[in-house]
């Protein structure tokens, strides 16, 4: 799967609500865990938007963006449930 903004999107939404919905058993509040959870995943399975450099400014963003799309879906699946 190439990672494009879009994919990213998507599948940040796809797995926030997913994780959103199983039960939480650890010591952290979900609206912590879940944004740095999805995170890393999708690191781990599409990695980051370039692909010339190991670690750059664009990495750090991304890991921004993610977490920060993340924690407003689960604030926005909270208020709606």
Known sequence: MKNTIAN??????????????????SQIAHQ?????VVSAVLWYIIGN???????SLTNLFYLIIIMIFSWIIVLFVDYFR
């Open 32 to 36: 912590y865990a879940i944004p740095l």
């Open 49 to 55: 938007w370039d692909t010339e450099n190991m670690y």
């Open 8 to 25: 990213s999107v998507m599948l940040t939404i796809i797995t926030t609500v997913v994780l959103r919905l199983l039960e939480n058993n």
